[in-house]
């Protein structure tokens, strides 16, 4: 039995630890409703929110982080302080591909915080629409996954769009399987399972060796997935866990997923530009002449002022049949020195050439 005077006497550090955090915290809070006064001062439309701050700031917490915490639940609790603080200045809004209970919510929450107010949308483009009309402040979107690759209509947005990308959210995603009331193992009740076609497509595998006879019907989202299995009960839906928690439904097997690294990457849009943090990426929209060559040619200067490009994917243009254009993420911010002179000579290059945004990696 655990020594009782010894107990007593970790609870009342732990209380006397708590006090001395609550004042800290409310002290922080403080500092920055003086921070919004400073800059309502200068600017009556001062921009609050400050992507490569934030990322300065989590990267300085994992920097010196001891443990027992590890860095990303560190992470977690500092950028609910950060939101919590910078609602108290003004509480941003965010689009989101809807509806409540996707994993882009997920995303949201995880790069702003629980603090901001989020905006489910029905698609992609009503998201780029609520930015560009003052609707809302930021938006994000899938841009890509690792096992079924990148998300055409967020790219094609960006042809049209003059929007910026000001971060960037890489959440792993688990897939669950979902239901209302089944208890048992082998799943003998489920008659249908709903989910997005990708995240049937991401659990092939285990769907085939456990529920092979089962009906998979295609929904718009895996929220609307969670909707339906909570309304039938011989049904399930693949689904994350914040459907699971929004239509309280019971998770009937978790991690479902068949590549267990299977991760997302989400955009985050804006209408600012965003000053270099010191570890950045900037996305491109290039396009080059039909030649033999070009494209070797268009990016050369990347490979000659030593520029990591970390992705590349072409588009159709829409320009002309057989007409492309290509999205390229090049590691650093466009105001680096050595950045700002390969896109200068890059530039000369391009046929087209638009600056999609410079921002911060994701941090974890």
């Known amino acids: 039995m655990a020594d009782t005077k010894t107990l007593a006497g970790l609870r009342q550090r732990i209380d006397d630890l708590d006090k001395q955090m609550q004042t800290l915290l409310n002290q922080r809070a403080e500092a920055a409703m003086e921070v919004a006064q400073v800059k309502l001062s200068e600017n009556a439309d001062a921009v609050?929110?400050?992507?490569?701050?934030?990322?300065?700031?989590?990267?300085?917490?994992?920097?010196?982080?001891?443990?027992?915490?590890?860095?990303?639940?560190?992470?977690?609790?500092?950028?609910?302080?950060?939101?919590?603080?910078?609602?108290?200045?003004r509480p941003l809004r965010v689009a989101y591909l809807g509806p409540e209970g996707t994993f882009t919510q997920a995303a949201a929450l995880k790069h702003f915080g629980h603090a901001v107010h989020t905006a489910p949308m029905a698609n992609i483009t009503d998201v780029f629409q609520e930015i560009e009309s003052h609707a809302v402040d930021y938006g994000v979107a899938p841009v890509e996954n690792s096992t079924e690759g990148v998300v055409n209509h967020t790219l094609d947005m960006f042809l049209a769009s003059n929007l910026q990308i000001c971060g960037e959210v890489s959440l792993r995603i688990h897939h669950n399987l979902l239901g209302k009331s089944f208890t048992n193992d082998t799943f003998d009740d489920i008659q249908t399972v709903y989910s997005h076609q990708q995240s049937f497509a991401q659990c092939r595998a285990w769907l085939d060796r456990h529920l092979p006879h089962v009906d998979r019907v295609t929904v718009s989202s895996n929220a609307e997935a969670a909707r339906l299995a909570a309304a039938h009960p011989d049904t399930a839906a693949i689904a994350g866990v914040l459907a699971a928690e929004l239509y309280d439904l019971?998770?009937?097997?978790?991690?479902?997923?068949?590549?267990?690294?299977?991760?997302?990457?989400?955009?985050?849009?804006?209408?600012?530009?965003?000053?270099?943090?010191?570890?950045?990426k900037t996305s491109l929209l290039l396009s080059t002449r039909n030649e033999a060559g070009g494209l070797y040619r268009l990016l050369q200067p990347l490979a000659e002022h030593n520029i990591s490009m970390t992705r590349i994917e072409s588009r159709p243009s829409r320009r002309g049949n057989w007409d492309y254009?290509?999205?390229?993420?090049?590691?650093?911010?466009?105001?680096?020195?050595?950045?700002?002179?390969?896109?200068?000579?890059?530039?000369?290059?391009?046929?087209?050439y638009k600056v999609l945004g410079s921002y911060p990696q994701a941090v974890l």
């Open 48 to 89: 609050f929110y400050r992507p490569e701050r934030e990322a300065q700031i989590l990267r300085q917490i994992q920097s010196r982080n001891t443990g027992p915490l590890d860095n990303e639940t560190l992470s977690r609790l500092f950028r609910e302080i950060m939101s919590a603080c910078l609602a108290l200045e």
């Open 250 to 280: 019971n998770k009937l097997a978790t991690n479902i997923e068949d590549e267990p690294g299977n991760t997302t990457r989400f955009l985050v849009v804006g209408r600012q530009t965003t000053p270099a943090s010191g570890q950045d």
């Open 325 to 352: 254009v290509f999205f390229v993420d090049i590691l650093g911010h466009q105001d680096d020195a050595d950045v700002a002179t390969a896109l200068k000579a890059l530039q000369k290059q391009a046929g087209m």
